[in-house]
């Protein structure tokens, strides 16, 4: 079984300040990493993932996020934030051994409101 | 190209009621998941479709839960009777290959 865990549930910040949000997994097997992010009054969309190579990826709206294997974890990060970021933000995994269940676990999601 | 649709986006009823979530995933998508989020808790798993076919449904919490997904187009998840630990948002997901899904708006259920 997989597990992730968001460490910070409430991450206040000023705009144009830079932002981390962090995240660490654990499982037996290898794992695909994902990061999703919920608007307000919107469903869940796609910011970015890890599948395999590079292991930093970089996803919309100038995010970017580090894959550590030794460390398990997979830390989203943004330079610097606008008003506009303020959302809930999920990490996710699918183990690569699941063969057709490729049903994702998420994280219980970090609220990034980015202050005035 | 249209996304994932799910409706209702917002339903009330009474407890013992029942309720009934649609979801037309992307089309040309075999993969089809149900997810919920309970109270502010991680989203969890519900189940998960691929065409018709029940893949896995090991996250359904009960017997009150049934979903179906009519000749692998769009999936309907049905509560009955419903309780109050059943409100929550409930996202449908949609993928052609398994490696990360797009999401629906989600429906939020309250039961009241």
């Known amino acids: 079984a997989q597990s992730v865990t968001q460490l910070d549930s409430q991450v206040p910040v000023f705009e144009e300040a830079p932002v981390e949000l962090r995240c660490n997994y654990s499982?037996?097997?290898?794992?695909?990493l994902f990061w999703y992010v919920q608007y307000p009054n919107q469903g869940l969309q796609l910011l970015l993932k890890?599948?395999?190579?590079?292991?930093l990826v970089k996803g919309i709206n100038g995010f970017e996020a580090e894959f550590n294997k030794s460390q398990t974890s997979f830390h989203l990060r943004k330079p610097s934030v606008h008003i506009s970021d303020t959302a809930e933000y999920f990490c996710?995994?699918?183990?690569?051994?699941?063969?057709?269940?490729?049903?994702?676990?998420f994280g219980s999601g970090t609220q990034l409101t980015v202050l005035p | 190209e249209a996304g994932v649709t799910q409706f209702p986006s917002h339903s009330v009823i009474e407890k013992g009621q029942t309720v009934t979530l649609r979801c037309d995933p992307i089309?040309?998508?075999?993969?089809l998941y149900w997810y919920r989020r309970v109270m502010g808790k991680e989203i969890k798993f519900l189940l998960h479709?691929?065409?018709?076919?029940?893949?896995?449904e090991s996250g359904m919490p009960n017997n009150r839960f049934l979903a179906e997904r009519t000749g692998g187009t769009y999936s309907t998840l049905k509560v009955q009777p419903a309780e109050l630990e059943d409100s929550g948002v409930y996202f449908c997901?949609?993928?052609?290959f398994g490696e990360g899904a797009f999401f629906g708006q989600g429906t939020r259920l309250t039961v009241v």
């Open positions: 997901a949609s993928s052609q």
């Open positions: 479709f691929v065409k018709e076919s029940k893949q896995d």
């Open positions: 089309s040309g998508h075999d993969n």
């Open positions: 996710a995994v699918i183990p690569l051994s699941s063969g057709s269940a490729r049903q994702l676990t």
């Open positions: 499982s037996s097997v290898s794992v695909y």
């Open positions: 890890y599948l395999s190579g590079s292991t």
